[in-house]
């Protein structure tokens, strides 16, 4: 399985994004799918999941200015993000797990076996 992630860029404090997760290969086996950031000199942090059934999952900080998506006619995930805070500036990635190994820790890094290469998103004030 491979994820490749895009979208990021520049933009003005209060604008929106729209990050893209496309997975390629064996995609039929990933159970969930998730948004995790990173900031300079920060942990990696969890951000958004979305299940194979459509269940969703948010971190308190991105509650009502995110929402992650998935598309399964095109096997990707997207995460739009409105409202964008310059403490949202990080290197995004996307990353997914298959049912067989899922442990139900969707907000822990090490839960995921399969990672994107990461996107920039930098916001201004």
């Known amino acids: 399985v491979q994820l490749q992630a895009y979208g990021g860029g520049l933009v003005q404090g209060g604008g929106s994004l729209r990050l893209s997760c496309a997975t390629s290969?064996?995609?039929?086996?990933?159970?969930?799918t998730s948004w995790f950031r990173q900031a300079p000199g920060k942990e990696r942090e969890f951000v958004a999941a979305?299940?194979?059934?459509?269940?969703?999952y948010y971190a308190d900080s991105v509650k009502g200015r995110f929402t992650i998506s998935r598309d399964n006619a095109k096997n990707t995930v997207y995460l739009q993000m409105n409202m964008l805070k310059p403490e949202d500036t990080a290197v995004y990635y996307c990353?997914?797990?298959?049912?067989?190994?899922?442990?139900?820790?969707?907000?822990?890094?090490?839960?995921?076996?399969?990672w994107g290469q990461g996107t920039q998103v930098t916001v201004s004030s």
């Open positions: 290969g064996r995609s039929f086996r990933l159970y969930i």
């Open positions: 979305i299940q194979r059934s459509g269940t969703t």
């Open positions: 990353a997914a797990e298959g049912v067989e190994d899922y442990g139900g820790s969707y907000y822990r890094a090490t839960e995921y076996d399969y």
